[in-house]
């Protein structure tokens, strides 16, 4: 049976009263990605500086590839490549001179550091920027090089702390598709934390969701998936908002669950599949404009919104930066 790459047992970090992170219990298998799923404030990215040495935990154990790392996480750096949510390189090098001098702190020769930091620019496609300064960057290539950092020493376990926050949508999928790439090609064990729900689904073969500093389910993607197996969903949206509407369709059809997306979206849930017909003549009845009735395949966000009791919007939120 093959090691895990990181356990932790009863893992807690508290800050005065505040349970930042509650006793967490996980593993991660080698060679894996694997996420930890949540909002702003969940505890995400305190779980990973615990893991990497950045907060020192309050208890709990912390194990890399069966070693013991629970005194100095740090003495055991040297096995992971870390990339926190804020880009940690130096403004006034370019982007060839960052990861010869982040190569440099691992001790790599001049020659092997440089032919290193070649192969790497041109992996994360900055190859044609590579002697711009680093604050000239986009924001997305400011994150592809800040990855390019963290795996210099070619480590066999990445950490990425949401790493496509706040970056325009091609530099996402790039990163992506390098994450992917490192995981196939390398066997890196990937752990990253992120509030991107879709992120998750397309990247990772397990996923924890942190709720308040606790985690609350732990499965592979699959088997969270097969959780809504044999449920229909139906979205109505409408011209302007509709309040009441889970109160009085939950009333009007009690076959159904009725979930509120938005202020004028509403998403009708059930074990049968769904008429759409009684319910354009409920909307009728009201005085209510449909624009939009279609069928919707379950996702992990349905999932999420069950397991963690959150609501859809304030997911929507999550993604568009609007929750502090």
Do not use: W
Not at 245 to 271: G, W
């Amino acid at each position: 049976m093959a090691m895990n790459a990181i356990e932790a047992v009863g893992l807690m970090k508290c800050f005065g009263e505040v349970r930042a992170v509650a006793g967490v219990d996980f593993e991660v298998q080698s060679g894996e990605i694997f996420g930890l799923l949540g909002p702003n404030g969940a505890g995400k990215t305190t779980t990973i500086n615990l893991l990497t040495g950045l907060a020192r935990p309050s208890s709990g154990s912390i194990s890399i590839f069966g070693g013991n790392y629970s005194a100095d996480i740090r003495t055991g750096q040297h096995l992971m490549g870390i990339v926190p949510s804020e880009n940690n390189l130096y403004e006034e090098l370019d982007g060839f001179e960052n990861l010869c001098f982040c190569a440099s702190l691992y001790g790599m020769p001049r020659v092997e550091r440089e032919k290193r930091a070649r192969e790497l620019v041109e992996l994360v496609g900055l190859d044609t920027v590579g002697k711009k300064k680093f604050i000239a960057y986009s924001r997305g290539m400011q994150r592809r090089l800040t990855i390019a950092a963290g795996i210099i020493h070619n480590p066999p376990i990445l950490f990425l702390d949401e790493p496509t926050t706040g970056i325009d949508v091609a530099s996402a999928r790039q990163i992506r598709q390098m994450i992917r790439q490192l995981n196939e090609q390398n066997g890196t064990t990937v752990f990253l934390t992120t509030h991107y729900i879709e992120e998750a689904e397309r990247l990772c073969e397990r996923i924890a969701f942190i709720v308040g500093g606790r985690i609350v389910r732990i499965d592979s993607v699959e088997s969270l998936l097969q959780d809504l197996q044999g449920q229909h969903i139906m979205q109505f949206s409408f011209n302007g908002a509709y309040p009441k509407a889970c109160e009085e369709l939950q009333t009007e059809f009690q076959h159904v669950t009725c979930d509120a997306v938005s202020a004028n979206i509403v998403r009708m849930v059930s074990r049968e599949r769904i008429d759409i017909i009684p319910f354009i003549r409920y909307f009728e009845s009201k005085g209510i404009e449909v624009t939009e009735a279609r069928k919707i395949r379950p996702s992990l966000e349905d999932v999420f919104v069950r397991v963690t009791g959150l609501a859809a919007e304030e997911m929507k939120r999550e993604k568009e930066g609007k929750s502090k």
